[in-house]
């Protein structure tokens, strides 16, 4: 399903999706944000400063919550996620991308209840990149484009005064068709722009990983290389690579007690991060991976390697977030490429 | 509410017996299902996610034999935030559990053959329920063999088991440093094994104990002409979730809590060493 949307009634449309809570891009304090609409959006944002992934994976899930009575067995009630539909404008290809990669983690060998309930009730309302909006793009490096349609249900492109919307999923061709009217049959000549559109977006340069294809073996045969430590030198541990990061799926899982007598309190998982020194420290202090070196390793692996070795893609979407963001300059484009140059 | 992987199941603990006390204190617990019935059924080798509700989880080896139906048994030693709390319980206080996690140890493959279990420290634990299901089957095996050491005396876990385990097996304990009353063997655990020169032939030998032992141990094993598959052991890392998706105990593209924890070394010597 292909129609063009007139890009003054896109809050027509939004206001049309009453079944759905609607999230789109909203500049505040200069930090592109998903915020619920009603109303208003605007989709002139290079890319939200957050990934998504949050939709899904929200950085603080609450599994259930436990109240002990002194003397008495623990109660323990489960806490499911609301079944709430939330649709997401605005959401750029390499965080699309994302999407699947997410997918693998969380129902591969079993299903976590709490991303399947939240992935089933969320769908994506993407926008092409008619060009790359940073200058740390990447996505053609990892198999992706600035037009891929990957973990999205809808794909918007900016054709100036007008969106051509496309249908990737049923789910999307249900938003569309709830637009009614305001959605309109594209012409000949929106047709011939879109082509001409995804064409100069993909032909854009981008920076460049160089082999990514090789990377996965490169990487193995270079896990004791001195490049590591030499790279991670100036890492300060402050993780907002794997925070901001589409993909990075670590978490932690921790009990918060809210009154000690009687008891009562929740067990919750939040975000974690590969980066900080007790992500994988013993109770006894053995840490296996002790120093910078090792957790930049074990980031770059999971992304170039390991994932790749067990789902057959790179876990990294190219979105340049960890590269932009990164207080002190580590670049995963050059850390793969300076630790695979010279390899095999 | 089963399909809630993170939800565990209530455990009433049945029997707490101190295993050694001080400072490098183990405490051994026996956990029931709280409502009556069994909590799941486990292999050799696999572990299980334990919890205080206000403390938090911590994986741990399930440390009694498969044949086992009405409890099972974990001893745990008083490192951290969790095992201290454990520390703390009376019999008949209520817990969580779930599981079980991990693959286990290929018992069946070894029937008919000698197995050399090689012990040390806390690393008993995870290897007892393999030492008890074999000598349950005896007659399914030939030489069994177990090498147990401990820093001192008062480090020797399973104290009254392993004496009762002399009938039907041969047991070799080891301390550290020499001892008044100590008739076992003084010296480290690896030097222990190389005393008794275990022979290859048929064999299978199991070891479980502080990195810096297990390194030893199959450096000696080798030595003696024991093969890389045949040597096998169990490996820990820090968890949270058992199930393959909190990313930490990964060693190479591998979660050990779910391709491991129980590795041949022929397996174990090609992965990064992350563990």
């Known amino acids: ?344 | 509410m089963s399909d809630n992987i993170y939800l565990p199941k209530l455990g009433r603990v049945a029997f707490i017996k101190d295993e050694v006390v001080g400072e490098r204190a183990i405490k051994t617990f026996r956990v029931e299902a709280a409502d009556g019935g069994d909590l799941f059924e486990h292999e050799c080798g696999q572990c299980a996610m334990l919890s205080i509700f206000g403390r938090g989880e911590s994986m741990i080896s399930i440390a009694s034999s498969p044949l086992i139906k009405e409890y099972k048994q974990f001893s745990i030693m008083r490192v951290g935030r969790v095992s201290t709390a454990f520390h703390d319980l009376a019999v008949g206080d209520v817990i969580g559990i779930r599981g079980p996690y991990g693959n286990n140890f290929p018992i069946d493959d070894w029937r008919g053959k000698n197995l050399y279990f090689i012990g040390g420290g806390c690393g008993l634990a995870p290897i007892w329920p393999l030492i008890t299901t074999a000598v349950a089957q005896r007659a399914d095996f030939k030489n069994i063999t177990v090498f147990y050491g401990g820093r001192t005396s008062r480090d020797i876990m399973y104290r009254a088991e392993l004496e009762k385990l002399r009938e039907s097996v041969d047991v070799h304990l080891s301390i550290d440093k020499a001892e008044e009353g100590w008739d076992g063997y003084c010296g480290f655990v690896p030097a222990a094994v190389m005393d008794k020169d275990p022979v290859p032939d048929n064999s299978v030998a199991i070891t479980c104990g502080p990195p810096i032992m297990i390194k030893f141990v199959i450096q000696n094993l080798n030595q003696l002409g024991f093969a890389d598959d045949q040597i096998y052991t169990t490996i820990e890392n820090k968890m949270k979730c058992g199930l393959g998706k909190c990313g930490r105990c990964n060693v190479g593209k591998d979660y050990v809590c779910v391709k491991g924890p129980v590795y041949s070394w022929a397996v174990l010597k090609n992965l990064p060493e992350e563990y």
């Not at chain 1, 995804?198 to 270079?222: C, F, M, W």
Request: hydrophobic residues 35%; proline residues 7%.
């Open chain 1, 1 to 344: 399903m292909e129609k063009i949307l007139d890009k003054k009634r896109i809050d027509d449309w939004i206001a049309a999706l009453n079944d759905w809570e609607v999230h789109a891009p909203a500049l505040e304090d200069g930090i592109w944000t998903y915020k619920p609409v009603s109303g208003a959006a605007r989709l002139d944002h290079p890319n939200t400063r957050q990934s998504p992934k949050g939709f899904t994976f929200p950085q603080r899930e609450v599994y259930f919550s436990f109240e002990q009575i002194k003397g008495e067995p623990p109660k323990l009630t489960q806490i499911l996620p609301k079944e709430t539909r939330h649709v997401v404008f605005g959401v750029r290809p390499c965080d699309g991308k994302g999407v699947p990669r997410m997918d693998k983690v969380f129902t591969d060998h079993v299903e976590d209840t709490y991303y399947t309930t939240r992935r089933k009730n969320v769908a994506y309302v993407g926008l092409a990149c008619n060009k790359p909006p940073s200058a740390t793009c990447f996505c053609l490096s990892v198999g992706g484009s600035p037009v891929s349609t990957d973990g999205l249900d809808v794909q918007l492109t900016d054709l100036g005064d007008r969106y051509f919307v496309k249908a990737v999923t049923e789910t999307g061709k249900a938003l569309m068709k709830a637009a009614g009217s305001l959605l309109t049959e594209p012409a000949a000549a929106d047709q011939k722009q879109v082509k001409q559109v995804h064409t100069e977006a993909v032909a854009y340069p981008q920076r460049k990983i160089n082999d990514p294809d090789g990377a996965p073996a490169k990487l193995k045969v270079s896990f004791n290389s001195p490049l590591w430590d030499e790279m991670a030198r100036a890492c300060i541990g402050c993780g907002i690579c794997t925070f901001l990061c589409p993909t990075c799926h670590c978490f932690d899982i921790n009990d918060e007690v809210h009154s000690k007598a009687p008891l009562q309190g929740q067990r919750v998982r939040t975000w974690d991060n590969c980066q900080f020194p007790d992500f994988t420290m013993h109770s006894s202090g053995h840490n296996p991976r002790e120093n910078t070196g090792a957790r930049l390793r074990q980031r770059v692996n999971h992304k170039f390697q390991y994932f790749h070795e067990n789902f057959g893609m790179h876990q990294c979407t190219g979105c340049g977030r960890c590269v932009s963001e990164c207080p002190v300059g580590i670049d995963i484009v050059a850390v793969v490429n300076k630790v695979t140059e010279n390899v095999g």
